[in-house]
């Protein structure tokens, strides 16, 4: 699959791009996608949750009424978490959420991703280039050429590029990543994929194996 190189204008340079097939181009495998981006979500939780238990409360520990003859359920502790105030029962405790995938299969689960994008049509190139300075402005004129200023968007740069990074922060459904940080999340959170002409070789230089 070929893909025409744009400006940032929107301009055809005339040179293409062609997307590897063992990249862009294989059977996508859905449960691959879904376990790392399962894993992807489970890894942004900070897990300190807290709730205290019966032995956490304070509160005083003698018998609140005697064992028979009132009628009603035996209590031996206003501790308990039938009471108002209480010790919650079986309630949420710190933990660690993350949980490991093998490379390969995210490596898979990428490639996956990639492949529906292109399948989709929702991949754009663009020559490689760079703001001396942040400039929000410059970045959305990018955005308009493309026909993108009302899609959520993925730039992908060979390499962390500050003014870049900084000139689209502050636009809404933007994000700017480097090829090293890909993720299937990311990919497949954007309708489009916009790459950088240096991003498609770092690409296949991580997952064409």
Do not use: C
């Amino acid at each position: 699959m070929s893909i025409s190189v744009v400006t940032l204008s929107g301009e055809d340079t005339g040179r293409k791009v062609t997307l590897a097939k063992e990249v862009y181009g294989i059977e996508p495998n859905d449960h691959a996608i879904y376990l790392d981006v399962k894993q992807f979500l489970a890894n942004q939780r900070q897990g300190t949750h807290k709730s205290k238990e019966r032995a956490e409360i304070s509160g005083s520990t003698r018998k609140i009424k005697k064992q028979k003859g009132t009628g009603t359920a035996r209590a031996g502790s206003i501790k308990s978490p039938i009471f108002r105030g209480g010790g919650r029962a079986f309630g949420p405790q710190p933990r660690d959420y993350s949980f490991k995938l093998n490379k390969k299969l995210k490596e898979l689960a990428r490639k996956s991703a990639l492949s529906y994008k292109a399948k989709d049509k929702s991949i754009s190139i663009v020559e490689d280039f760079n703001f001396e300075t942040p400039k929000t402005k410059e970045y959305l004129k990018m955005l308009t050429s493309l026909s993108l200023e009302s899609k959520k968007t993925l730039l992908v740069l060979p390499d962390t590029n500050k003014s870049v990074a900084l000139s689209g922060r502050n636009i809404q459904n933007t994000k700017v990543v480097k090829a090293e940080s890909l993720t299937t999340y990311d990919v497949l959170n954007a309708d489009n994929l916009i790459l950088s002409e240096g991003s498609v070789e770092k690409i296949d230089n991580l997952l064409k194996k």
